[in-house]
Nanobody, 119 residues
């Protein structure tokens, strides 16, 4: 079993930056990829970014060039650096982990961390 805990959500001004973190615990040796999803009120959860243990990265078109995902593979901690934040980036961000070389979304989710844009 894997447990994920996110942190870093905050109130930020439009155009600002933020870094989210997610740390895995439990059977972390089984994890081969981690990623981020987000959910806007009343909408389905959507893919944001992902990184595998070999360093391959993928991004949603809406965040390419603004968000950067990275991972400390030994610690199974994943980060999401977000810049040039806009209203559409306000959401609850969820960490996700894939084990045993499965597909995204993996079986494990964090509890979510909220990013709010100030008016």
């Amino acid at each position: 079993q894997v447990h994920l805990v996110e942190s870093g959500g905050a109130l930020v001004r439009p155009g600002g930056s933020l870094r989210l973190s997610c740390t895995a615990s439990g059977n972390i040796r089984s994890i081969n990829a981690m990623g981020w999803y987000r959910q806007h009120p009343g909408k389905e959860r959507e893919f944001v970014a992902a990184i595998s243990d070999n360093g391959n990265r993928n991004y949603a078109d809406s965040v390419k060039g603004r968000f950067t995902i990275s991972m400390d593979n030994a610690k199974k901690t994943v980060y999401l650096r977000m810049t040039s934040l806009g209203p559409d980036d306000a959401a609850v961000y969820y960490c996700n982990a894939v084990d045993d070389y499965g597909n995204f979304p993996g079986a494990y989710w964090g509890q979510g961390t909220r990013v709010t844009l100030s008016s």
